[in-house]
């Protein structure tokens, strides 16, 4: 079965940087589009960024330019570079391909 795991969260500061990485495993990343969704506290689940099997990307208006979604099909991994945070980019980010989730990684960025 399909299992997704979230890694690279943690505290920054305004401005900082963080990288997230999704692993896979019972399934090719590659084959599938593969979403990045977050969920601040006390709100909704959206998503955030998408990459799809030829590899075009799509990004919410909130963090175009900043956030850069990519795969590494060798390693059937899914990366979230995100640059220049904000405190409103403060959420839990999950991973999720083919319909699966991970348990989330926590991105917490102060002001």
């Known amino acids: 079965q399909v299992q997704l795991v979230e890694s690279g969260g943690g505290f920054v500061q305004a401005g900082g940087s963080l990288r997230l990485s999704c692993a896979a495993s019972g399934s090719l990343l590659k084959d599938y589009v593969t979403y990045w969704y977050r969920q601040p506290p006390g709100k909704t689940r959206d998503w955030v960024a998408v990459i799809t099997t030829n590899n075009n990307t799509d990004y919410i208006e909130a963090v175009k330019g900043r956030f850069t979604i990519s795969r590494d099909s060798a390693k059937n991994m899914v990366y979230l570079e995100m640059n220049r945070l904000k405190s409103e980019d403060t959420a839990i980010y999950y991973c999720?391909?083919?319909?699966?989730w991970g348990r989330g990684t926590q991105v917490t960025v102060s002001s």
């Open positions: 999720n391909h083919r319909n699966k």
